[in-house]
């Protein structure tokens, strides 16, 4: 008897250029936030800069965001599921909230440390002035990087990878900042670099304020911009057959979004060709929108302030209702199609040609007319001979 061990489909991303791009530049950052932060933290500590070691803290935070990058862009790129019928983009949005607020957290401690050795600034010593190469070289290093990741994240068109872009030119401006500390401090005025370190503070604690909420918003499914809502309604109410549109709505999917729509038809057309402008509208949307999926929900009518057909009986009562106030029974093979429209049923009954008896059906007809003049339910009914092709 052969044992057979079952081993897990290979990961294959949803969207590999992206998934490539991301994980390439990423591995750039690590390997550089990882030189940074020793050389920061090493020369900040021996050269008794608060300021620089503040900065190699930020490196590090940096790092510890890429690896959760990596995690993120690796799951979030991972195709739709029984669990995740949306996919995993997600997962992109919630790294982005976890880093957003561990930035924050960052910042504020770094203030709080810098504020507390301010009260004393007698105790404040000159640095080394070694320590201004080391920070001009981190600046340069981390505009450098930024400028690289920025490129990479608007070519894939990744949420995520633009906030960690962004996150490195605020490194480079922390930088910056350390940079005009140090050289007060060695001007002589020793308590500029500890005011440095607080303004880096506050900038991470900004930075990171601003990830976590853009990420709360899209977590709590909003919308898109109006400019681009007005796009995608120009789009819809363009796709021939739509007469009109209504209920629009949109939320953001990590670096895609989900639309949802009512759009008006013609209410006399068949369900087929009603299906199939829908998703012709559909198409559209996804062919000149940035969306991950649409959903076109088909009216007869605008329903968006009232529902009139609501408490209309189903077809089988609505049919059960007229036999009861007909003289007699329709013909066998008789055909019903029925229009729910502004809080009443139009009929169209459709005869077999062998009873097409112009006679009888005038009877019918006036009868009809008779029925509809007070019914609660039926507007109209009309009768139509079919006949058959041979």
Known sequence: ??????????????NPERYAAAQKSTWVSIFINFLLTIVQVVAGYFGRSQSLMADGLHSLSDLLADILVLFANRHGNRHADANHPYGHARIETAATLILGVALAALGIALLFAAGTRLQHPEL?????????????GALVAKEGMFRYMLAVAKRVRSQMLIANAWHARSDA?????????ITGNLMGYTFLDLVAAA???????????????????????????SE???????????????????????????????????IL?????SVSEGHFIAETARQAVLRQHHVMDVMVHIDPEDDMSARPNAGLPSRQELLEHLAGRMSGSLPPGSRTILHYLEG?????????????????MEVLKGELVKITADDPYFRSIHLHCSHAHK
Not at 1 to 14: C, D, G, I, V
Not at 173 to 181: D, E, Q
Not at 346 to 358: Q, T, Y
């Open 344 to 360: 009443k049923v139009e009929a169209d009954i459709f005869f077999d040609s062998m009873h097409c008896d112009r006679a009888k």
């Open 265 to 269: 038809v013609d209410p006399k057309i």
């Open 199 to 225: 303004v880096v503070g506050v900038m991470i604690a900004h930075m990171g304020g601003k990830f976590a909420l853009e990420a709360l918003q899209e977590l709590v499914d909003t919308g898109l911009d």
């Open 173 to 181: 401006a922390s930088s910056l900042v350390v940079v005009v500390g």
């Open 228 to 262: 681009e809502v007005e796009a995608i309604r120009a789009t819809l109410l363009s796709t021939p057959g739509v007469r009109g549109l209504h209920e629009l709505r949109t939320r953001k999917m990590a670096d895609n979004a989900l639309v949802d729509a009512h």
């Open 1 to 14: 008897m052969k044992n057979h061990t079952h081993t897990p489909p290979a990961f294959e991303p949803a």
């Open 124 to 136: 404040v010593q000159p640095v080394h002035p070694w320590t201004l190469w080391v920070a001009l």
